[in-house]
């Protein structure tokens, strides 16, 4: 008796936190996941349409144009290749790098501090750096001064991509700094001492020997970075509202634009699904990280 | 600890390509903050007559742009929103998170396992799952038409991390500590408050720096969720201004280092228990 109360007083922690889960969390996904198969006419389950809308999604050419590779979805697979890409370079590149100077701190405090910086924020800014007059933006400011007219990056369907790609890369690579720097530090002297003195160069010892043992570690930045590219919405919605005509939409907005700007729910709780079950394998990868830790180990 | 060996070995080779490197990027790294703050200091006449860079030929600086936001474009009120939505939310998710992270960590109950790799799993639910079915609750209940209901929804979603975070720090204290506190009778309650509580202090913050500047800096919740504009954020305010004022750098200026000198103080003041908790957050 006595062990059954007390096994139900340990539950009791557990209770507010798994309360809130359950009403905002768990129950309003099964809502969507529901919605998803309705039409959703005005946010409301209406009437139950089956996989309509998924073949509706599949079928709208800014979701998924796969005759001239544009839309939605293939502007977040570009947003994989680039943003995680060049995150992990500049992010590797800073790391390994500033580990070799005397001014490390200060290096790394200029990478981090964009991570701190809101999405809003950095979007403005870097509306100022893409501005297309000469005289405003410094990116076309540097052009002009080479020769060259000045370009509306965020107005032309063939820029706008890579313009906020690069803006989120500026404020993304610091995670990368960040983790993989302490990575870097935690690698034991003794071993790349001892690979220079059988003779390895410095780049041959940081390959041989420090990039397998950060491994893991850029692995789960890539994790981490590739959740962040399913769930990208407030950058793009701040430079280019998913313009110019929808050529630089993402999942989330066309989530965004389905739900809150054209009431329509079941289209709307779709792209939310397509983005559950892109994250799944996705995280798959680190949840299986998780299950080792038990107490006192 | 230190790349000391790294670097003295390195010391004989070339380092100008390392120094050359670091400094390019940092330049590219500095210029666009630079830029926005330089602006925001000038008069919008010199904004649309020369560039920023050039500033230095004919400095004429005024706070004139800040004064205009803040008394005619709200955002002094946008900011004590700010404030007013992100303490609560910074609060709330990690008091939740800890006593049930405590007791994933230390106390036993049927189905705990389980119950924490579900918790862990509702990680990959993104809010654009629940907005529409919350939307909905909270116009029932009209949460929306003050704080509350943005409260518990960054609460709601900050809680999968914050547990997991913290039972992954609490699982590393010393067993012999806890159960010592067993043994002398202590509650679980006073075990939680007087002895994990303050050896997890490091934890505790740099939770608390990660989630203050999550809330702080997020525009979509507080988009949906805030429908009261007299209750608005600065990321809302700002993101707002963006189709009335969409080239006015004047303006938009201003309000863009309105919104991201807090965070960057706070990053400042707090860079150690920042980068802890960005760390702990992957690499975990």
């Given amino acids: 008796m006595k062990s059954t109360r007390h096994k139900v007083g340990a539950f009791l922690f557990t209770l507010p ?27 409301r389950l209406t009437k139950f349409v089956g996989l309509d809308n998924f073949r509706q999604l599949s079928n709208d050419r800014l979701f998924l144009d796969l005759g001239s590779m544009s839309g939605a979805v293939i502007n977040n697979a570009l947003w994989l290749v680039l943003y995680v890409g060049s995150c992990l370079g500049f992010g590797l590149l800073v790391a390994a790098l500033a580990d070799r100077v005397s001014y490390e701190r200060i290096v790394k405090t200029i990478f981090f501090a964009p991570l701190a910086i809101a999405a809003t924020a950095a979007g403005v800014i870097w509306l100022l750096v893409y501005a297309p007059q000469a005289n405003i933006g410094i990116l076309n400011g540097i052009l002009g001064a080479a020769g060259v007219d000045p370009v509306g990056w965020l107005g032309l369907r063939l820029t706008v991509n890579y313009a906020i790609i690069a803006a989120a890369v500026w404020a993304g690579t610091g995670l990368v700094v960040v983790i993989l720097s302490a990575a870097i530090k935690a690698v034991p002297d003794e071993l790349i001492e001892a690979a220079m003195l059988d003779g390895a160069s410095p780049r041959q010892s940081f390959r041989h020997i420090v990039m397998p043992l950060i491994a893991i570690p850029i692995s789960v930045v890539v994790v981490t970075l590739a959740i962040s590219v399913i769930k990208v919405f407030d950058i793009v919605y701040v430079m280019s509202h998913g313009g110019p005509s929808g050529a630089s939409r993402v999942i989330g907005y066309t989530y965004y634009v389905q739900t809150f700007e054209l009431d329509r729910g079941g289209p709307g709780a779709a792209a939310a699904v397509v983005m559950i079950l892109v994250t799944i394998p996705i995280m798959m990868l680190n949840v299986r990280r998780f299950q080792g830790q038990e107490p006192g180990q | 600890m230190s790349g000391s060996a790294l670097a003295n070995l390195k010391s004989g080779g070339r380092r100008w390509p390392i120094h050359l490197t670091l400094l390019v990027l940092s330049v590219i790294w500095i210029l666009p903050v630079l830029g926005v703050t330089i602006t925001s200091l000038r008069r919008p006449a010199d904004i649309s007559a020369t560039g920023w860079w050039t500033v230095l030929q004919d400095p004429r600086l005024t706070l004139d742009n800040y004064a205009n936001v803040i008394n ?10 700010s404030i007013l939505i992100t303490v609560p939310s910074t609060v709330l998710p990690i008091a939740i998170g800890s006593l049930a992270a405590f007791a994933f960590a230390w106390l036993r109950f049927w189905g705990r396992r389980t119950l924490f790799l579900i918790v862990v799993a509702l990680m990959v639910l ?15 209940l009209g949460l929306n038409r003050w704080y509350v209901g943005i409260w518990l929804a960054h609460t709601a979603f900050a809680l999968p991390f914050a547990i997991f975070l913290l039972r992954g720090f609490f699982v590393q204290l010393p067993r012999e500590l806890l159960e010592s506190a067993q043994i002398d009778g202590a509650s679980r309650l006073r075990t939680f408050w007087q002895i994990v509580i303050p050896l997890s202090r490091p934890a505790l913050a740099s939770l608390a720096v ?32 963006l189709s009335t004022y969409g080239q006015q750098f004047d303006i938009l200026s201003a309000s863009a280092v309105l919104l991201m000198i807090v965070p960057l103080l706070v990053f400042l003041a707090l860079q150690r228990y920042f980068v802890r908790g960005i760390v702990a957050g992957a690499v975990k």
Avoid: C
Avoid at chain 1, 17 to 43: E, H, K, N, Q
């Fill in chain 2, 210 to 241: 990660f989630q203050f500047l999550w809330v702080w800096n997020e525009l979509l919740m507080n988009l949906i969720f805030v429908s009261n504009g007299d209750l608005q954020p600065l990321t809302v305010h700002t993101a707002a201004l």
């Fill in chain 2, 72 to 81: 005619s474009l709200g955002f002094g009120k946008a900011f004590l929103n």
């Fill in chain 1, 17 to 43: 936190a798994l309360l809130l889960l359950l009403v905002f969390l768990v129950y309003p996904a099964i809502l969507t996941v529901r919605m998803s198969l309705d039409t959703g006419a005005g946010l």
């Fill in chain 2, 126 to 140: 993104p809010v654009q799952a629940g907005f529409v079915p919350i939307l909905q609750m909270f116009s029932a």
